[in-house]
T-cell receptor
Framework: NAGVTQTPKFQVLKTGQSMTLQCAQD?????MSWYRQDPGMGLRLIHY???????DQGEVPNGYNVSRSTTEDFPLRLLSAAPSQTSVYFC???????????????FGPGTRLLVL | AQSVTQPDIHITVSEGASLELRCNYS??????LFWYVQSPGQGLQLLLK??????LVQGIKGFEAEFKRSQSSFNLRKPSVHWSDAAEYFC?????????FGKGTSLLVTP
C-alpha cells in the first residue's frame, strides 16, 4: 500500500493562477479531508468528504473547491490563487465506523504551496 | 462550536525530565480527542486517542494522556523526555475525519 499520496510536493503559483492539488489513497477509505497548516495556526480543515459524491465545508473553505468522484481521489482546486493561500496542504483519509475500521486519520506527506 | 486551546506555545525541558503539555477543549458532545506530533519538515504522527472508557490513555513512544471531563482537558504526559521528542505537538478534537486542531506546542529538549 502506498497509503495517502499527494502531488505535487512543492508548487509556486502567481496570483490569479489556478491549480489542482492531487490526493489519492489506496486503502479503500470512505472519508477524506483537506487541511492547511500555517505557522502558529496549527492545522485547519478546508473540506472533507464522507464518501464518493459527498463533500462538506470545514473551517476555512473560501477559495477552494473539491469534488469526490471516486473513493480513491479527492482533489483540491484553487480557482484563483491568492498570496493568503500560501501554506502547506495536508490530505488525510480514514475509515468509517460502519466499515469496521479504526477511527484514525492517515495523513499524506503534504504539498507546499507558494503564491506570489 | 468545537475548539481546542493549547495554552503553551513553547515549552523547554531538560532531557530526562518529565513533560506535561496542556490541552483544553470545547465540544458539544462526547469528544473524540487526539494528540499528534510533527517533527520539523515532516508529516503528522498519531500519538494517542480517546473516545470512551478508561480516562488514562497510553500511546506510542511512552506518552500518555488523561481525559478530565470536569476540566475539559486532555493533557499529554511523558515521565522522561528524550532529545528525539523535540517536535511540535498538536491536540485535536472532533470526529476523526474532520478534526479541529489546536495551534500547537513546540517542545525544545535541552541536554
Amino acid at each position: 500500500n502506498a497509503g495517502v499520496t499527494q502531488t505535487p510536493k512543492f508548487q509556486v503559483l502567481k496570483t490569479g493562477q489556478s491549480m489542482t492539488l492531487q490526493c489519492a489513497q489506496d486503502m479503500n477509505h470512505e472519508y477524506m479531508s483537506w487541511y492547511r497548516q500555517d505557522p502558529g495556526m496549527g492545522l485547519r480543515l478546508i473540506h472533507y468528504s464522507v464518501g464518493a459524491g459527498i463533500t462538506d465545508q470545514g473551517e476555512v473553505p473560501n477559495g477552494y473547491n473539491v469534488s469526490r468522484s471516486t473513493t480513491e481521489d479527492f482533489p483540491l482546486r484553487l480557482l484563483s490563487a491568492a498570496p493568503s493561500q500560501t501554506s502547506v496542504y495536508f490530505c488525510a483519509s480514514s475509515y468509517s465506523i460502519a466499515s469496521g475500521g479504526q477511527e484514525t486519520q492517515y495523513f499524506g506527506p503534504g504539498t507546499r504551496l507558494l503564491v506570489l | 462550536a468545537q475548539s481546542v486551546t493549547q495554552p503553551d506555545i513553547h515549552i523547554t525541558v531538560s532531557e530526562g525530565a518529565s513533560l506535561e503539555l496542556r490541552c483544553n477543549y470545547s465540544y458539544g458532545a462526547t469528544p473524540y480527542l487526539f494528540w499528534y506530533v510533527q517533527s520539523p519538515g515532516q508529516g503528522l504522527q498519531l500519538l494517542l486517542k480517546y473516545f470512551s472508557g478508561d480516562t488514562l490513555v497510553q500511546g506510542i513512544k511512552g506518552f500518555e494522556a488523561e481525559f478530565k471531563r470536569s476540566q475539559s482537558s486532555f493533557n499529554l504526559r511523558k515521565p522522561s523526555v528524550h532529545w528525539s521528542d523535540a517536535a511540535e505537538y498538536f491536540c485535536a478534537v472532533g470526529p476523526w475525519y474532520a478534526l479541529n486542531f489546536g495551534k500547537g506546542t513546540s517542545l525544545l529538549v535541552t541536554p
